[in-house]
């Protein structure tokens, strides 16, 4: 190879420009990780882009855009010659990741001119603030050190450095701690999310990539630069182990790589082995989080990258805490008492902890990520192509072989926006060329095939198969180890879409398979007025949000119908107008086929209108709030947020139409105080941010219903419902009780635990609420609330609109006593006086990641009044 004894070449002496870079305290005004001090994102990016012009050994390349539109960087360190060969030593990665068929001779020359890589994602975690500042200082030594032993290490390792994963957070963050700092209330938490929409939920993102952050990091292991070695800085709660670095506990994620885990523990353990070193106590590792879910970057061992978490105890954002040693606890997995053990074994003994000493373990365990890559960098290479030879074999010679994905859908948008998430996460996709049976299953020329051979072979396996929980024991014939969090993410049945898993190799079904490059788009360009949207595709009500907003006339079909060509289901959208170029614009936004030009008269019609939506967040940290925002905000949906303490000053009857109620405890939503109602506790947000709607704010709600009002509502925020009601109007009392128990606590204390899985249930069908849904269909489900119905009186009803089938089911996931469930509802229809009142036992658009129950909300909001 003619190229390394180019690179030979370039060895050059070590320039002396390095004096000339700034010191963090020069810059700052004082030394990050200082008492009571934050720099924001503005100014650390421009640190960065200040040593990125005094030094050659630092480089800034932009990535993205956070999504209230700050620029995302890496900043790359290391070597001169490494920096300034950055796009030959991409291509060896490219190479080592993604090519299986190098000769040893191949192999071996690529491990020889490449590096390792070491991607660093800083502070995801907003109020996590120590690892964003703490890049400064490392960065710093980085490239002025004299230590001979690290500049050896920055010859073989790139340092591929996201100063901060959530720019848009931290300022928010810093911006909040500096308005509360050296007040009675420094250290008040942020109102709402640190985060245009989803806040701490960001890292539970990396399947999905809904997010435009979240896009900008994925790519930069999925497609860009493919590093061998990731990590993930966060901080976690201040009174248990000071550090956590990996391994994880179980239970693990079963499709990645058994090697894989091994390396996690190697750089784990030298971390554990170098901050212990230096005498930095309360390192910890095999505990408390698990890695079955490797959520955030860590999706990334499911596509070959050596991907860890570290975890710091926290101080509030840069104030000490001081720790009473008897407030020192263990908790969670691994640990059992707070004391010294094999994988804890020099506990911190309390005292004050500050911002200082999370960095000082920051800077530590960055340094030993480093040196563990150099000083293993050809085995970390080696492992990484091995890796990919291995998954491309085993997706040859171990069953699964291919998933594939029938063009043929019912909501055609699920189906190209599907398509579109694999091709950004890297997976090869290729569509089938003929008709072909396999399996006994007839595959349909044009349908879309995944085939498990190729180097991501177990990404592709972990988000197209359904989940089954691994059930792991703390002992032999001992308790077993609960999930963490959520157990089911199965891509196709999240999105109501058919997939078929095929178990059988066919080398003639492999011979019709043809790349899919660019976007698979099977929508025409040109469509004519009237336009028919089906029902059963989300994009329909996107198309029919637009046209709506954008003053064309929309409807809905009273009946079944059959137009141009095709069958229409109820509730299938009817565009009238006279604007064909609008209407092809709606067509590539809705990503829906629709009937186009379809005869209208004669078809009975229901037109429909905007509804005026208020959605209701709180103040504390409301993730499912924000995510529902987004969701809105990309079906074009309008609405307005209102928080609860604005409720008393709200005329909801003239204001809304409809009344929006995501997931939220009720005490917080009546009283701004979390817990329970009777149990409430003061939490860490300004006085003026506790504060709920109150009786009276609530009365007013409840009259919003009463006079013809709709209120959508989900999760805990359904027990606002629950129970005994009251009603003043004038001088006129009523109290009632909602014809529906929340009978979850009930069947909890009977041993119900579903965390988060893919749950069976039975859709009423012909109602509008169902309008374009099967018969049957997964939610997603935590266990709680359940409902049941009962007669009702005077002016209520009620209907069941879902409702769990007697046995089977799980469909994805995790369920210990799930028959409790059984034949109980999931989702309720309530009539009080005019007004409506659905009820969802789960998140319809749970983490915008479940589109298969898009419709029973958006179904909600076109609601005809009662009769
Ligand atoms: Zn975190």
New binding site residues.
Partial sequence: MSILLVVCGLLAPKASAQSSVVTPEKYFGFIPGSDYMLFNYEELINYFMEIDKASPMLKMIEIGQSPMGKKMYIAFISSEKNIKNLDRLREINKVLALEPDLTAKEQADYIKEGRVFVLATL???ST?VAPSQSAPLIAHELITTDDPLVKRYLEDVVYMIVPNHNPDGMDLVVENYKKYKGTQYEGASLPGVYHKYVG?DN?RDFVSLTQEDTRAISRIYSLDWFPQVAV?K???GSTGIRYFVPPSHDPIAENVDAELWAWMGVFGTNMLRDLTNEGLAGVGQKQIFDDYWPGGTSTSSWKNVISMLT?AASVKEATPLYIEPGELQASGKGLAEYEKSVSFPLPWKGGWWRLGDIVKLEIGSTFSIIKTASLLKNDILKFRNDLCRREVEKGKTEPPYYYVVPAEQADQSELISLAALMTEHGVNSFRLSGNYTLDGINLKEGDIVYPLAQPFRAFIKEVMEKQEFPVRHYSTGGAMIRPYDITSWSLPLHRGLLSHEIKTRDLDFEKLLQPLTGTYNPLASEYKLPAVFPATSNGSFKAAFIALQKGLRVSRLSKETKADGKVYGRGSFVIQGGDEALLNSIVKESLTTPGSAVQVSGIPLTDVTMPRVALVETYFSDMDGGWTRYLFDTYKLPYTVIHPDEFEKTDFTKEYDVIIFPSSGKAVLMNGKPGTEGSAYMSNYHPDYQKGMGKKGFEKLLLFINNGGRVISWGQSTDLFAGMLEITDGEKKEEFVLPFTNIAEQAQKEGLLIPGSWVRMTVKQDHPLTYGMPAETGIFYRGQPLFATSVPRFDMDRRVIGVFPDDDLIISGFGENEEKIADKAAMLWLRKGKGQIVLYGFNPQFRASTPATYKLLFNALFLPPVE
């Fill in positions: 502070s995801m975690h996590e701490h890292n993930e966060h901080q976690m975890e």
